[in-house]
């Protein structure tokens, strides 16, 4: 009898160990998978981390697009940050700039980066940015507040369907802690 619950434990911690295992592979895996499903599905848009040269497209004036700005902060992002123009009507294939303004809260100098994305993400390859703030870190001094433009086109074969594309940012903070104390 004692044999037997020793084979039975034996095998409980092989499945154990395999399905320990078997977790391990599928968390390692998720990170792919959730690339192929956002490229599937068009969710997550991503948009280019740097400027794209400003090149001439024919306006479409018989078509508008509501261009939403919408701003959020890190936990840990000490700023204040927003739009000065929530949305705006576009044609595509017109240039257009608008400006955010952050502010560093703190006493200390500060480098902040923000990170945009798009909505829906299938239409982040037709929004073109020339200039924006999110292609480098940002350095505030202390208590310093800035206007920054970004400067975009709606390309004109954006598909029919989108009336509506949605530019997020969210600022982090990304200065190094001070480990002087």
């Given at each position: ?14 499945k154990l160990l395999l399905i320990a295992v078997a977790m391990f592979g599928f968390g390692y895996a998720l990170v792919p ?149």
């Amino acid at each position: 009898m004692n044999e037997e619950i020793k084979k039975k434990n034996t095998r409980l911690v092989r499945k154990l160990l395999l399905i320990a295992v078997a977790m391990f592979g599928f968390g390692y895996a998720l990170v792919p998978i959730y690339d192929v499903l956002c490229d599937i599905t068009g969710l997550n848009g991503k948009v280019e981390s740097q400027a794209v040269k400003e090149i001439i497209y024919p306006i479409d004036k018989n078509r508008e697009i509501t261009v939403e700005f919408i701003t959020s902060l890190n936990e840990a992002a000490p700023m204040l940050f927003r739009a000065e123009t929530k949305k705006l009507k576009v044609h595509p294939g017109e240039y257009y700039t608008v400006n955010f303004y952050a502010e560093n809260k703190t006493n200390k100098v500060m480098k902040a980066q923000a990170i945009p994305s798009i909505s829906p993400g299938l239409a982040a390859e037709y929004f073109k940015k020339t200039e924006c703030f999110c292609f480098t870190e940002q350095t505030f001094n202390a208590r310093e507040g800035r206007t920054m433009p970004v400067r975009f086109v709606v390309n004109p074969d954006l598909p029919k369907q989108y009336k509506t594309i949605t530019l997020a940012y969210t600022f982090f903070d990304n200065t190094k802690p001070d480990n002087t104390k």
